[in-house]
C-alpha cells in the first residue's frame, strides 16, 4: 500500500500565496506521476494539477492556470499556490498514478488523506 501525505494548508487572506507539499515513504513515488485535486464543500472534486515523473509533463485545471505551479524533486511533490482567492477553499488531495498522466480523477491509484485550505475575504 502506497501512503500518501500532504501538508502546507492553512488559513490565509485573499492574494496570499501558499505551497502545499505531497511526500510518501515507497520507493516507488518517483516513478508516479502525480496530481493535486480538491473538493469544496457541497462541489464535486476538481482537478487542480499534474505532473509527470520525469517532472517534464504538467498541466492545470482552468480555475488555476497562471496562478498554481506544480513541481517536483526526488522526494516530495509540491503545489505553489499564487493570488489566492476565497474560490480556491477547499480539503486539497495529493495522488498517485502509476500509469500515464492524464487529470482523471478515477485513473489514479494512490490518494492521501488531503489537507483544509482556507482563504478569507
Known amino acids: 500500500q502506497v501512503h500518501l501525505v500532504e501538508s502546507g494548508g492553512g488559513v490565509v487572506q485573499a492574494g496570499d500565496s501558499l505551497r502545499l507539499s505531497c511526500g510518501s515513504s515507497t520507493r516507488a513515488f518517483h516513478s508516479y506521476a502525480v496530481g493535486w485535486f480538491r473538493q469544496a464543500p457541497h462541489k464535486e472534486r476538481e482537478f487542480v494539477a499534474v505532473?509527470?515523473?520525469?517532472?517534464?509533463h504538467t498541466s492545470y485545471g482552468d480555475s488555476v492556470k497562471d496562478r498554481f505551479t506544480i513541481s517536483r524533486d526526488s522526494v516530495m511533490v509540491y503545489l505553489q499556490m499564487n493570488h489566492l482567492e476565497p474560490e480556491d477553499t477547499a480539503v486539497y488531495y495529493c495522488?498517485?498514478?502509476?500509469?500515464?498522466?492524464?487529470?482523471?480523477?478515477?485513473?489514479?491509484?494512490?490518494w492521501g488523506q488531503g489537507t483544509q485550505v482556507t482563504v478569507s475575504s
Open positions: 505532473i509527470s515523473s520525469s517532472g517534464g
Open positions: 495522488a498517485a498514478r502509476t500509469r500515464g498522466v492524464g487529470p482523471v480523477a478515477d485513473a489514479f491509484n494512490y
